[in-house]
């Protein structure tokens, strides 16, 4: 395949409950068959070279709005997760980033989360960044309470250097999958100029071949960034 790659690539992994509904299963199930999924994206990102994914695994209003029963789900996996794959990316020479409000996490995830990021290479080749309890606005919001703090002069440079994502280049191309076409405080500030792709397969069928039809139609956009 002979195409323009995005360096950035970032991903709303929407629709496993819908996807266990549709089996009759729990949506715990759902965001297992996620969790794979995951896994294989970045697995396919990685052979393409692209050298930053940031996926979404949990939104502040995910953690306000979900009953505790699923938010103990979500948190088993990032425990599984973080306590498995994540050594097995760090000897590969990947990354590893969390973006978010990590406080209100239950602290074995919070301290699993930070090892991960702590123990990252300091010059990895492939960056995961994991957005769990993030929301955009907030982020914009605690990036000029800093800057105030600071009283620092107030730019489009300062501001963006106080972000959870300060060092990681802005995405070239954001996917959400599972048939919502809205950004939903992902990456507001960053998401400026990034193609949209939105499809409607579900999370967990949403394989490296979706993943490379994704690619191939952000090769074909061309991207003029406001110009002619
Ligand atoms: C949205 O689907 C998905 C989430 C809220 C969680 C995403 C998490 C994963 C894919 C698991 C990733 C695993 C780790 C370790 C980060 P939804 O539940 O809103 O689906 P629905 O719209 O069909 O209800």
């Not at 692209?50 to 979404?56: A, D, G, L, S």
Request: hydrophobic residues 35%; neutral net charge.
């Amino acid at each position: 395949m002979d195409i323009n790659l995005p360096r950035h690539v970032g991903i709303i992994m929407d629709g496993n409950g819908r996807w266990a509904k549709r089996r009759h299963r729990p949506r715990s199930y759902g965001h297992n068959a996620g969790m794979d999924a995951m896994i294989q994206i970045v697995k396919r990102a990685k052979e393409w070279d692209i050298r930053y994914v940031t996926v979404y695994a949990l939104s502040t209003e995910n953690l306000k709005n979900r009953p505790q029963e699923e938010l103990d789900e979500l948190f088993n996996l990032l425990r599984k997760y973080f306590s498995n794959h994540v050594k097995e990316l760090h000897k590969r020479g990947a990354k590893v980033r969390v973006i978010g409000d990590k406080e209100p996490l239950p602290a074995d995830v919070k301290q699993l989360l930070e090892e991960g990021e702590n123990n990252s290479p300091p010059d990895g080749e492939f960056t995961l960044t994991f957005a769990i309890n993030y929301g955009g606005r907030a982020e914009i919001a605690r990036a000029a309470e800093i800057l105030r703090e600071q009283n620092a002069e107030i730019t489009e440079q300062s501001l963006e250097s106080r972000l959870y994502t300060a060092g990681i280049p802005e995405p070239d191309l954001i996917i959400r999958t599972g048939g919502e076409v809205r950004l939903s405080n992902f990456l507001l500030w960053q998401a400026a100029y990034a193609e949209l792709y939105f499809t409607p397969v579900l999370f967990p069928d949403f394989t490296p071949g979706e993943f490379d039809k994704a690619l191939k139609e952000y090769s074909r956009r061309t991207r003029r960034f406001g110009g002619i």
